[in-house]
C-alpha cells in the first residue's frame, strides 16, 4: 500500500487545517491508521491513531482535546482535523498504516507516506 498525506500549508496561530491521507494500491479499510510529525531538529513523534473501523482512537497528551483523528473508509481517507494551532505545531505530518498493529511508537507502523508540511506563523 502507497500512503498519500496532504492538506497541510502555512497559517496563523489560532487557525485550523485539516489533513488527510489516503492509500492507493489497497484500500485503506484494510488498516490502522496514525499520524506523526517531526518538527525541525526534532525526533518524529506519535500524534493520532485510529483503527481500522474507526472505533478505537488514541491521542497524545500534547494534541488531546485540540486534534481529532477520524476516516471515512467509503472515501479511502483518514483525516487529522488541527484546531487552535500553535507555532509548536509546525512540523512536517506524517501518515502511517498497518494491517494489525495500532499504537503509538514509530516500530509499529509498516507504511509511511512521504509527509506534508504544516507552518503556524505566530
Known amino acids: 500500500v502507497q500512503l498519500q498525506a496532504f492538506g497541510g500549508g502555512l497559517v496563523q496561530a489560532g487557525d485550523s487545517l485539516r489533513l488527510s491521507c489516503t492509500s492507493s494500491?489497497?484500500?485503506?479499510?484494510?488498516?490502522?491508521v496514525g499520524w506523526f510529525r517531526q518538527a525541525p531538529g526534532k525526533e518524529r513523534e506519535f500524534v493520532a491513531a485510529?483503527?481500522?473501523?474507526?472505533?478505537?482512537?488514541y491521542y497524545a497528551d500534547s494534541v488531546r482535546g485540540q486534534f481529532t483523528i477520524s476516516r471515512d473508509n467509503a472515501k479511502n481517507t483518514v483525516y487529522l482535523q488541527m484546531n487552535s494551532l500553535k507555532p509548536g505545531d509546525t512540523a512536517v505530518y506524517y501518515c502511517?498504516?498497518?494491517?494489525?498493529?495500532?499504537?503509538?511508537?514509530?516500530?509499529?507502523?509498516?507504511?509511511w507516506g512521504q509527509g506534508t508540511q504544516v507552518t503556524v506563523s505566530s
Open positions: 502511517a498504516a498497518d494491517h494489525i498493529r495500532l499504537g503509538t511508537e514509530l516500530y509499529e507502523y509498516e507504511y
Open positions: 485510529i483503527s481500522r473501523a474507526g472505533f478505537t482512537t
Open positions: 494500491g489497497r484500500a485503506l479499510g484494510n488498516y490502522n
